[in-house]
């Protein structure tokens, strides 16, 4: 079971980076915190809102692995899907978009989908002394009894809220941008711009500042002060969430994502998408295709 993903969506704020403050600003609003509440009352699940780039929380059994050996891929890459932690734990993470950037996700907390049997409780033990663990089947117990069991029917239902709200959240995240990006400079508004409309060419900080008519080391400064990101890392985003959009369309090869959403090397581009979207080109492609089915 995945979520679908985000459609995206072109226009001028394409090129708003995503910012941790813009999150916390979101945690801390009323519709925020009152939909949290409700929906943890409902379904006794908590939801967190983290920004995209943040880890997420592993699972009982996973935080306690994580001492001594490397957690689960799903625990050590939260991705914007459901996925199963190694130990039998369900986690979902429902993308927050900025118009086609994506900013934050809804985080489930861990959950499971039944309550375990006799020998899948032995099977979890066994398990984490592989990984090197000292627990006793009674903990193990002990984690489950804890977790929250969410059939999957009603697993689905929640999600599909929590993607309801979560375009709340993009609307609210909006109106926070766009009050901000008032308040920047014209020289950074001017910058955005101009990187929003060539982003498939070549773009270096020189560029850019030249095209702003600033000097590279001013507007280095500048852009770091005012957007919290460094100038290529704010490119890389932007870049990557055209590529997103792109991948959608079965009809195009990766590598012409790639070089249509101006990277200049496929080998480049798959690493900085691996680490932006927590998966592979060819694997969000999939998702997206077993989503829209």
């Known amino acids: 079971m995945t979520t679908k993903p985000a459609q995206p969506v072109k226009g001028k704020q394409a090129g708003w980076p995503a910012s941790k403050d813009l999150i916390e600003s979101l945690v801390r609003s009323k519709i925020f915190q009152d939909y949290a509440s409700s929906f943890s009352e409902m379904t006794g699940v908590a939801v967190l809102l983290r920004a995209a780039h943040e880890p997420g929380r592993e699972s009982p059994l996973c935080a306690l692995v994580s001492r001594k050996a490397q957690p689960c891929e799903a ?16 986690n979902t993470g429902v993308p927050v978009r900025l118009g086609n950037l994506l900013i934050g996700l809804l985080q489930t907390d861990w959950v499971l989908h039944e309550a375990p049997e006799s020998n899948q409780i032995e099977q979890v033990t066994r398990l984490a002394a592989g990984s090197g663990v000292d627990i006793s089947r009674e903990q193990v117990e002990k984690l489950h009894a804890e977790t929250k069991i969410v059939p999957s029917q009603q697993y689905s239902a929640m999600i599909r809220l ?36 060539h982003q498939a060419a070549h773009l270096s900080l020189s560029t850019v500042a030249k095209a702003v008519n600033t000097s590279p080391f001013y507007f280095c400064k500048l852009f770091r002060k005012e957007t919290g990101l460094h100038f290529t890392e704010y490119v890389s985003r932007v870049r990557i969430e055209t590529a997103r959009g792109m991948l959608l369309d079965p009809h195009l090869r990766v590598g012409e994502v790639a070089y249509g959403a101006g ?3 496929l080998t480049h581009f798959n690493r900085v998408f691996k680490r932006l979207a927590g998966q592979s080109p060819s694997d969000y492609r999939g998702q997206a295709v077993r989503a829209c089915r």
């Open 75 to 90: 625990c050590a890459n939260p991705r914007q899907e459901t996925v199963r932690c190694r130990f039998g734990w369900v």
């Open 162 to 197: 929590l993607g309801i709200f979560a375009e709340h959240i993009s609307a609210l995240g909006h109106q926070i941008a766009v009050v901000r990006g008032k308040a920047e400079s014209p020289v950074i508004q001017r910058a955005k711009q101009f990187i929003a409309g």
């Open 263 to 265: 990277f200049r090397s």
